[in-house]
């Protein structure tokens, strides 16, 4: 067996070992599914809660999420609510000007801004938390809309008082806007419906996701705080919280709803960051998970849990050694070759039963499944270059700021021209592209002479892996590109793109001649 194919088949085999961590957690599931962890209100006496508002430059949204916190059904005189507001532009203006109506309503609400971003989301959070006045505080990003009954809900579980966080359930304001959205919830849906239902329910570590939860204010302290050395705050506060001592809850039924990001580069930049954070949290705290005094089941899952992300920089070898596999003198038949089908077949199968059993929890037909499913195994390659970077940087410690994910006030529905036109207008808000768009693209092209390789050998069991790979990189590249023809074409860099594509197409068409 030549180098390549060992390293290749390496990866195979660590996918794999992922993927069956993936089928341990939907056994799981299904042994906790019906399990209910919403406490009884019973006579439980309402703890003074702090809702925390984190805002920077958010004007689309940030006073649609203003008013939700202050139409929920709390008592006033036990709820403050600070909207933390590190924002550069007319977003500081709007929230001021809410703020003043609110109080004339006897409202507790506070402005509080800060002139700089040192610690970006974190840092926030924690000048706020030295001026709040709440036992519990609750948390929500600008992009959610929470429920009016959220806080009587949420702050049940913390009649124990054992209990650190309580974790509330994703809905999705604009699932049906786009295949992009759909596709970005049903993500989520997994990690909400499975995988949270299964940790929790079972005693293993599981995470705040940042917003729509509520913390005990003295958890947040005795766990050291907010940190910002990493860019998954929520992980790693989440991590240090349970190691102390504390129990997580987690409500599946109550669900709160966000804005999904409408665009792909948005969208690629949240996922680098989530993926990124992912991992300098397993470089800053694994060690200790696995040297502490924890049951064996917990410190496994951990490993899993934290270091999922290295999936993606698995992915990447298969990406750049199929092609040169399938060229590589062998026969389809030989036990090895054998062997990696295997191993791709189940790791396919263990994502698709994931992904069907997510969406069968979150009340989605088996035949919409089915239908997208292609779709979303194409996506979850096509971003392997985006977040296999991502994991590259954090293992090597290379430092990134917090980049927000850009709303745009999207509701349920259709996307309407308004909130098209907004964004047109308004490039400051959108995620910036990235010249790895170039090398999306260049995969592309490198997998559709993959796939004729293939079908002019008769290598066919590999054309429909090879297409999903194809498909995947194409349209996450060009939809990345599509999102910013008019910037590509004002700065210059569609030219240069082109010619790397160009050169890309040439050298694949040589190699494969």
């Not at 019906?34 to 984190?54: H, I, K, Y």
């Not at 060229?327 to 295997?342: F, Y």
Request: proline share 4%.
């Amino acid at each position: 067996m030549t180098p390549t194919l060992v390293i290749y088949s390496a990866a195979v085999a660590g996918l794999a070992l992922f993927g069956l961590h993936r089928l341990g957690l939907l056994l799981l599931y299904f042994r906790v599914r019906n399990q209910r962890t919403e406490a009884s209100c019973g006579d439980q006496v309402l703890p003074q809660v702090t809702v925390q508002l984190p805002v920077y430059n958010e004007r689309h949204v940030a006073g649609r999420l203003l008013m939700a916190a202050a139409r929920m059904d709390y008592p006033r005189d036990l709820l403050e609510i600070q909207v933390l507001d590190d924002s550069t532009d007319d977003t500081q203006r709007i929230l001021e000007r809410l703020c003043r109506r609110l109080r004339r309503l006897d409202i507790d609400v506070h402005h509080i801004h800060r002139a700089d971003r040192r610690g970006y989301k974190a840092g926030a959070l924690e000048a706020g938390l030295a001026q709040a006045r709440g036992e519990i505080v609750a948390v929500f990003d600008a992009d959610f809309v929470p429920p009016t009954d959220f806080l009587r809900r949420i702050v049940r579980p913390f009649s124990d008082p054992k209990v650190g966080m309580v974790q509330a359930r994703w809905g999705h304001l604009n699932r049906e806007s786009s295949l992009l959205t759909q596709l970005q919830a049903i993500f989520l849906d997994g990690h909400f419906h499975i995988e949270h239902v299964a940790r929790s329910r079972t005693g293993r570590f599981f995470n705040f996701n940042g917003t729509a939860g509520a913390w005990r204010k003295v958890t947040i302290e005795e766990a050291g705080g907010w940190q910002h050395d990493t860019l998954t705050e929520d992980l790693d506060l989440s991590y240090r919280a349970q190691m102390a001592g504390w129990r997580f809850e987690y409500l599946e039924d109550l669900e709160t709803d966000a804005e999904l990001p409408v665009d792909m580069n948005a969208f690629k930049a949240q996922q680098h960051r989530w993926a990124k954070g992912s991992v300098q949290t397993a470089r800053k705290l694994l060690p200790r998970v696995l040297h502490d005094d924890l049951p064996w089941r917990v410190k496994l899952e951990a490993l899993f849990h934290l270091t999922n992300n290295l999936t993606y920089l698995l992915m990447l070898i298969p990406v750049l050694l199929w092609v040169p596999t399938l060229k590589a003198r062998t026969q389809p038949d030989e036990p090895w070759m054998i062997a990696l089908a295997v191993a791709m077949g189940m790791t396919t199968l263990c994502v698709l039963a994931y992904h069907i059993t997510c969406q069968r929890a979150a009340g989605r037909s088996m035949r919409e499944t089915i239908a997208v499913l292609p779709a979303l195994l194409s996506l979850g390659i096509g971003l392997s270059v985006n977040n296999g970077r991502a994991v590259i940087e954090a293992l090597v410690g290379h430092e990134s700021p917090f980049v927000r994910t850009p709303k745009y006030g999207v509701g349920a529905g259709a996307i309407d021209g308004d909130m098209w036109r907004s964004l047109r207008q308004s490039w400051r808000y959108a995620a910036a592209g990235h010249w790895l768009t170039w090398v999306e693209l260049a995969f592309a092209v490198y997998f559709a002479f993959g796939v004729a390789f293939a079908i002019s050998n008769e290598r066919f069991v590999a054309v429909p892996f090879l297409l999903l790979f194809m498909v995947g990189f194409a349209y996450v590249g060009l939809s990345s590109l599509g999102q910013r023809v008019d910037r590509l074409l004002s700065t210059g860099s569609l030219a240069a793109g082109g010619a790397l594509l160009g050169f890309a197409v040439w050298a694949s068409g040589v190699w494969a001649g």
